[in-house]
């Protein structure tokens, strides 16, 4: 019985021991645990919700599918795969890991239309023609009216200049194009998740909701850039409205992630074929010429001229002749001027650009940019070619094409005339117009016409290189 005894309390010492020993390799060597069914890679070096915020982008992006217990279906692509579709989209490493890198991608602002609807397809649906009707709905409270008003248009005319599309504000809710500005869940089954993440999002041309463009907004929406330039990332959501899908190429204006750019070339030589692919090259005529602005004895700038985006001033009493980026002379506006005026009794000058101009005292902008409708043009004037003051009789000069209209001092507009009628001697469209000692001078093609007003015609012809004493 004894001998028993000692067998069994040997047998439970040999069986604590075991235990002891499996417990010491089950908490130094643990088993592997089963693996998701999903493909996914657990993170590294990620914060622990990224994850599930990988996940939700994928699905919005990317058409990743997962069921309501969060595991893939096996017949549908893995995380790891639309992961590594992502990565590729965007030029990283295509590792299928969900890594620092590919997190702060991610986390960037952007656009709200998926990167994969056929993404290796830049170019979609069109409108079947190309008088584009649009409106604003509801306004951001971050911006004046006018303000929005104006930067919308800028950004329309940018695709206007590089296609032959027209666009003209119907101030109508059946407009083509419908932008506005909404928060959270708007009712196109397309929730803004609040600041920052998605910016806006467009739908393609089409009947109905087709062609819309919305803006989140809970975002800080600037005409600057101290927070989302409101016309940068318009002239993106445009690019949809009319067709464009998103670009690989991150110089491309329809690149899927918000970066600060510059306003006055947004467009690639990508975006340029993709648009004109789907709707044509422009028509629009454009002088590359040198065009002249104003002259006044008491101003600074006695005359000036550019070409796009650069510019050069000769003083009135001086020879030599200053040259530089326009950003150079005036910090606040980049890009080119399409035509320009002086007021002396004003002490002003007024810059147009597209449907836009500023006004300018010395070298500060005054106020804000307008829009060419406060001056009563109708909308399918998208550019003033030239401008120019006469004070002697406080008239003010627009050159359009083949027409102008004469403003008197109240700015009150007349009816448009055909400048072959008036200035029958004037060969090709007018870039630019300047006004000095009695005289009208014209710049046309490759010269500058000078018109005497009393006796009403052209008294001499020159070459714009003999102004900057070239």
Not at 78 to 100: C, E, H, I, Y
Request: charged fraction near 20%.
């Amino acid at each position: 019985m004894r001998q028993k005894l000692l067998w069994s309390l040997k047998e439970m010492c040999l069986l604590f021991g075991f235990l002891c020993v499996l417990l010491h390799f089950s908490l130094h060597y643990p088993l592997p645990l089963p693996s998701r069914d999903d493909g996914s890679v657990h993170p590294t070096g990620t914060a622990p919700n990224d994850l599930a915020l990988a996940t939700k982008y994928l699905q919005q992006f990317y058409s990743f599918q997962a069921d309501a217990s969060g595991r893939r279906r096996r017949s549908r692509p893995s995380f790891s795969s639309k992961l590594k579709d992502m990565q590729s989209f965007f030029g990283l490493n295509r590792t299928g890991t969900l890594n620092s890198e590919t997190m702060v991608l991610m986390k960037t602002p952007r656009c709200g239309v998926p990167d994969v609807d056929d993404y290796h397809n830049r170019r979609g649906n069109r409108w079947m023609k190309n008088l584009v009707t649009y409106d604003v709905g509801r306004y951001t409270s971050h911006l004046p009216v006018n303000t929005v008003d104006a930067l919308i248009a800028s950004a329309l005319e940018v695709w206007a200049k590089a296609s032959p599309l027209t666009f003209l504000r119907s101030f109508s809710h059946q407009a083509d194009i419908m932008v506005e500005f909404v928060r959270n869940d708007h009712g196109d089954f397309f929730p803004f998740d609040g600041p920052d993440g998605t910016l806006a999002h467009a739908f393609g041309p089409g009947d109905g909701i087709g062609g819309d463009v919305h803006f989140d907004e809970a975002e800080s929406w600037t005409a600057e850039y101290n927070g989302f330039n409101l016309f940068v990332v318009a002239t993106h959501e445009f690019g949809h409205a009319l067709g464009l899908k998103h670009s690989q190429n991150p110089e491309s204006v329809m690149f899927p992630t918000y970066k600060s750019r510059k306003t006055h070339s947004l467009l690639s030589s990508e975006d340029i074929m993709n648009i004109n692919t789907l709707y044509g090259p422009s028509n629009k005529w454009s002088n590359p010429s040198l065009r002249f602005s104003w002259n006044n004895p008491s101003s600074p700038w006695a005359s000036a001229s550019h070409l796009p985006g650069y510019m050069w001033i000769k003083h009135n009493n001086r020879n030599d002749v200053k040259e530089g980026p326009i950003s150079n002379f005036m910090p606040r506006i980049s890009g080119q001027i399409d035509a320009a005026y002086w007021v002396a009794q004003r002490s002003a000058v007024y810059l147009f650009n597209g449907t836009l101009f500023w006004t300018m005292k010395g070298t500060q902008v005054k106020g804000r940019v307008k829009n060419i409708s406060s001056l009563g043009f109708p909308s399918w004037v998208r550019q003033i070619d030239a401008a120019v003051h006469i004070h002697k009789t406080v008239d003010t000069l627009f050159f359009t094409q083949n027409q102008y209209n004469e403003h008197d001092k109240t700015m009150s507009e007349s009816s448009p005339r055909n400048i072959s009628d008036d200035f029958p001697q004037i060969k090709g469209p007018i870039s630019a117009a300047m006004y000095k000692d009695g005289c009208l001078h014209f710049f046309a093609g490759p010269d500058v016409y000078e018109y005497d007003i009393k006796q009403k015609k052209i008294i001499a012809v020159d070459k714009p290189s003999s102004w900057l004493g070239c």
